[in-house]
């Protein structure tokens, strides 16, 4: 049998309950007392919780509560451990090889009909994702790693502009993917205050001998989330916003992460929002642009006069481009 055959073997030998030797194992597989060491090593390195018990009655046994634990699962959780990985491994998890090697070991111990199953439910899902660059992944594993042992890093950081980089400490308390992009969120020692940077722009991490508490009810999602939108102490004003439109364009807007947050009420072909001024000057005008006259801003004119300027400036660009194109080919 192959070392994993004997890993396997060992485990359910184990998982009976009964304290046994090496030898005794040795003895019920027929293999060397060596390699059952070499395969309960590699169990415990894996998680297995085994114990070796030393003495005249000694020999292995399973800690706690794990014997009885379910080993196997059923073809409905197989079908969506597999499907979890395909969301994971499309979005740039950083542990994306440890979860295809899972994903092996569980295609590994199943037979024919149910590897059958996973197959085929696996080949039935995917996911439309920007690409993630591999560069990426060590940064997210070190910021995930410091989040856990919750050590400060020493963080490269650039605001976009080629050449423009600051570093400054960061508590790292967690990591986020939100639309495509992964954040992390966390302390800033340089401005003291949570901040969320995102990761494509980090330059480079070091590891620091600092050490931090991260806030027990602290949440990154809320925390990247409450950044883009106004708190209850924000002391910007905000503007109510009505829009027109199909049924089916309303729906959209409200599932909008911005949008929703900020509904107000709801009626027959018609929106109510309460939005900040910097969303409305900034990428709100943006965002409804591509839905053209399938809606209508029935308040505030700034928000018409905003989408107003962008068009104008957008047709004025383009019949330059026409022009240059007209005259280049004249």
């Known amino acids: 049998m192959s070392k994993a055959d004997n890993m396997l073997s060992i485990l359910w030998m184990l998982r009976s309950g009964k304290k046994m030797t090496a030898q005794q194992i040795a003895d019920e597989l027929e293999i060397h007392v060596r390699t059952v060491y070499r395969c309960i090593d590699s169990l ?28 196997m699962f059923d073809a409905e959780e197989q079908k969506a451990l597999v499907h979890a990985s395909i969301f994971a491994k499309e979005s740039g998890y950083p542990y994306t090889d440890a979860l295809e090697r899972a994903i092996g070991k ?73 639309k495509g992009h992964w954040y992390a969120a966390g302390f800033c020692h340089l401005r003291h205050e949570i901040r969320n940077f995102r990761v494509d722009r980090i330059m480079g991490l070091e590891q620091t001998e600092l050490v931090f508490e991260r806030p027990a009810d602290f949440s990154a999602k809320e925390a990247l989330l409450g950044s883009l939108l106004p708190g209850p102490d924000s002391h910007e004003p905000l503007i109510d916003v009505v829009i027109q439109g199909h049924e089916h364009v309303l729906n959209e807007l409200c599932q909008h992460w911005l949008f929703g947050h900020t509904l107000v009420k709801r009626q027959d072909g018609e929106v109510h929002f309460r939005l900040d001024t910097s969303s409305l000057t900034s990428y709100v005008p ?45």
């Open 106 to 178: 569980l295609k590994r111990y199943t037979n024919e009909e149910q590897l059958s199953h996973i197959e085929r439910h696996g080949s039935g899902v995917s996911v439309l994702q920007p690409p993630v660059h591999d560069g990426l992944r060590p940064l997210l594993q070190t910021l995930e790693s410091a989040a856990a042992h919750r050590q400060t890093l020493t963080m490269t950081y650039s605001k976009g502009r080629e050449g423009d980089s600051m570093t400054r400490n960061f508590d790292s308390y967690g990591i986020i993917h939100w």
């Open 286 to 330: 943006y965002f409804l642009l591509p839905y053209g006259k399938a809606l209508t801003i029935q308040e505030p004119a700034s928000l018409v006069l905003k989408l107003t300027e962008i068009t104008t400036s957008m047709g004025l660009h383009y019949e330059h481009m026409l022009s240059h194109m007209t005259n280049k080919k004249g």
């Open 44 to 71: 415990c390195a894996s998680g297995a919780p085994i114990i070796a018990d030393s003495g005249p009655n000694g020999g292995f046994r399973i800690h706690g509560q794990f014997a009885e634990s379910p080993l």
